[in-house]
């Protein structure tokens, strides 16, 4: 048990060295930083001018799939990387596995475009 205890001794210490920083340096800034506001300070700002509505307006779902979308794909690169680095390793079954997996990529994309999900009005 005790060499067990002495592999993560240091994950420990990283860990607690890494909370204690973080607590200081949420902390510090409530000690020394001098707090004087004003009205400015205080008032609520748009861009540098004032406010025309309610900031909890109802977006359009389209903002929503976009991002989804964005995200998706993102991963696809992400999945890619690793892919090519390794192809030659990974031999004609994982060539294939990841032609399936683009496929399923591209069937959904041309879902989405068809549906219109990607229109902008």
Do not use: N, Q
């Amino acid at each position: 048990m005790e060499t067990l205890f002495s592999l993560y001794l240091p994950i420990l210490i990283f860990l607690g060295i890494a909370i204690a920083l973080t607590i200081v340096m949420v902390v510090l800034p409530f000690i020394l930083a001098p707090y004087r506001p004003d009205s400015e300070k205080l008032s609520a700002y748009e861009c540098g001018f004032d406010t025309f509505g309610d900031a909890r307006g109802r977006f359009d779902v389209r903002f929503y799939l976009v991002s989804i979308l964005f995200i998706i794909f993102d991963l696809e690169v992400a999945f890619l990387f690793p892919f090519a680095v390794s192809l030659k390793k990974i031999g004609v079954f994982g060539f294939w596995s990841m032609m399936g997996f683009l496929a399923v990529l591209t069937v959904g994309f041309v879902y989405e475009w068809k549906k219109g999900a990607l229109e902008w009005e």
